[in-house]
């Protein structure tokens, strides 16, 4: 549950950080997007070895994680392609 607050509470302060739907530059949004890093880490450390339904739901939280992230770079990178 703490990784999981983590990464979305890092996505709740990205999205006005990055000024949306115009999304302006903003070199602070690498702050959250390493904190969402931290998260998904504190996620990957509770997978078991054994498959089971509580692995399964692990790997569904880090899919999120890694949804959030990517969505976090975009906000990041997306304003230095132009």
């Given at each position: ?8 509470g890092s996505?709740v302060?990205a999205?006005p950080l990055?000024?949306y739907p115009h999304?302006?530059r903003?070199p602070?949004l ?9 998260g998904m880490?504190d996620?990957?450390?509770c997978i078991?070895?054994r ?7 692990v ?15 975009f906000?990041l990178?997306y304003p230095?392609?132009?």
């Amino acid at each position: 549950m703490r990784a999981s607050t983590l990464v979305l509470g890092s996505l709740v302060i990205a999205v006005p950080l990055s000024h949306y739907p115009h999304i302006q530059r903003a070199p602070l949004l690498a702050v959250p997007v390493l904190i969402a890093l931290l998260g998904m880490a504190d996620t990957v450390r509770c997978i078991q070895r054994r498959w089971s339904f509580y692995h399964a739901g692990v790997i569904l939280c880090v899919y999120m994680d890694m949804m959030t992230i990517m969505l976090m770079l975009f906000f990041l990178v997306y304003p230095y392609t132009f």
